[in-house]
């Protein structure tokens, strides 16, 4: 019952205590937590959290993602990977639009049943990014964020996404005082966009096998 309890709480956006990542293990000063379910399979939602360079087609609230960092540069179709550098454009609030220099320090390849590439029988792909300190001259005692993407195939076949970012540092309590509703606000409207960019995604792939 307790655990049931924990979770709950750990799921819901309303709660905005600390939750735990593998660089902020106490959780940090305070979390936002967003989820939906997805009536695609796991790879459009996971083709399009890759495809930064297209986030401005669908994310209304990382508007704009720049790669300063790749291991393969000069391709024309960057997409994130582990150790990708990126300044995300931020759009807070209807007035007010900022930047986030992030670097990806966790992406794990698509767990899916027909690869059958899970050790623990649930078929979760994690990606994680944190703030890119070195890049913003801000050492962590001031401020270190850190965004859990958590992309779980269900036995239907559909998904469930699970996001929280979590806030440490001294500085956490100024972005929590200033920015902690419309986080709350921007981290759901990430759940439901990438919701309708997968499904797009599906229908635009089923489309053009239809044509074949």
Request: positive net charge.
């Amino acid at each position: 019952m307790a655990s049931a309890y924990t979770d709950n709480r750990f799921r819901s956006n309303a709660h905005t205590g600390p939750r735990a990542t593998p660089t902020l293990p106490k959780g940090g000063l305070f979390s936002i937590y967003a989820e939906t379910e997805i009536p695609t399979p796991a790879k459009f939602p996971y083709e399009a959290l890759l495809d930064v360079r297209k986030y401005h087609e669908w994310n209304t609230y990382i508007i704009d993602v720049l790669i300063t960092k790749h291991s393969n540069p000069h391709s024309r179709t960057l997409k994130m990977e582990q150790g990708t550098f990126m300044t995300f454009t931020v759009q807070m609030t209807p007035e007010e639009r900022t930047s986030t220099k992030e670097v990806v320090r966790h992406l794990e390849p698509l767990k899916t049943r027909a690869a059958n590439n899970s050790t623990t029988g649930k078929y979760v792909t994690r990606i994680r990014w944190t703030m890119d300190n070195a890049g913003i001259l801000a050492p962590g005692f001031m401020l270190k964020t850190e965004r859990v993407n958590e992309i779980e195939e269900l036995e239907d076949g559909t998904t469930v996404y699970k996001t929280w970012l979590s806030f440490g540092g001294l500085g956490a309590k100024f972005v929590k005082k200033k920015y902690e509703k419309a986080l709350q606000g921007k981290l759901s409207d990430f759940c439901h966009d990438l919701k309708r960019r997968s499904v797009q995604l599906q229908k635009k792939e089923e489309a053009e096998r239809s044509s074949q």
